[in-house]
């Protein structure tokens, strides 16, 4: 299944989260075995929310045989998922929703697989929002070999890049970003969110730097009283950093070229940007 298929799947799930009702309101639960039969199915139903399909291109797309095909499509008949249009089988409304929830189960649980060194280092009201949009993405951890491998990567993407937004992106950014070779706001447009006493300290460390920046328009600072994690949206990509709490370091750096992740951080980025304070000036070095 193509990732615009699976992007607009992921994403309309996700508009829809605040609606959701919990299995328990239905009524009787489904049996473990229906469910498994569902995840069995999983590939069926993902080809045919793509597009419907007859018989020939069924199993010319699964790689199944004549036999296991009528199976298949009999399970789908069986159980009001499909119906035969103009000789091709077309999911009904219950069968797409089976395809969503399917697709969505098998991404969130390989997501949390792989995101799991990120999910342990942001608060547990945030984590169920950055699994689905960095299911895809790279995944830089620290290790004792090589601490510093988030921070490399994030300013990889850094250097490539000719904008740069984001918040509580203070711990990414190594101190040899302050010297002349590495300066963060050199034809960048910059526009960061942090909280009120990191924005002081940077000004302790950096007033030339950053009046300079502000000055030719190329940065601007908000400031916000609390942040859950790192957002870092560049150019072509976006990411998303974890800190070590004890220490402040990155511990994790998640970054993706995807639609949806593209879309989510947008979003993310906008809403902590309405619910912040401009910097609007600062007096003294």
Same mark, same amino acid.
């Given at each position: ?133 960095? !299911? ?25 890049? $000719? ?15 302050? $010297? ?32 300079? !920046? ?72």
């Amino acid at each position: 299944m193509g990732n615009t298929v699976l992007d607009e799947i992921l994403e309309t799930s996700r508009e829809l989260e605040s609606s959701t009702v919990s299995a328990h309101e239905l009524g009787d639960r489904m049996a473990t075995d229906e469910l498994l039969d569902v995840v069995r199915h999983r590939d069926l139903l993902e080809v045919l929310v793509a597009e419907p399909l007859d018989r020939n291109d069924l199993e010319a797309q699964l790689d199944v045989s004549r036999a296991t095909s009528h199976r298949f499509t009999r399970w789908l008949e069986d159980h009001d998922l499909a119906e035969r249009v103009d000789n091709r089988f077309t999911l009904t409304g219950k069968g797409q929703a089976y395809a969503d929830a399917v697709v969505r189960l098998e991404r969130d649980l390989r997501a949390a697989t792989v995101l799991a060194p990120l999910l342990e280092s942001i608060c547990e009201r945030h984590r169920e929002f950055v699994v689905a949009p960095f !299911a895809d993405g790279t995944v830089t951890t620290a290790t004792p070999d090589d601490p510093y491998a988030p921070t490399f990567r994030f300013v990889q993407l850094l250097r490539g890049s $000719e904008t740069f937004r984001g918040f509580n992106t203070a711990p990414m950014l190594p101190p040899g970003l302050a $010297e002349p070779s590495e300066r963060l706001f050199d034809g960048r447009d910059v526009e960061l969110i942090y909280l009120p006493e990191v924005v002081d300290v940077l000004f302790e460390r950096y007033p030339d730097q950053l009046h300079e !920046a502000i000055d030719a328009g190329h940065l601007t600072l908000r400031t916000r009283e609390a942040l859950p994690y790192g957002l870092a949206v560049f150019d072509d990509r976006v990411g998303v950093a974890g800190y070590d709490e004890r220490t402040g370091m990155m511990r994790v750096f998640v970054d993706s070229d995807s639609a949806i992740a593209r879309g989510w951080a947008e979003r993310v980025f906008a809403t902590y940007r309405d619910h912040s304070e401009p910097i609007r000036e600062r007096t003294g070095p």
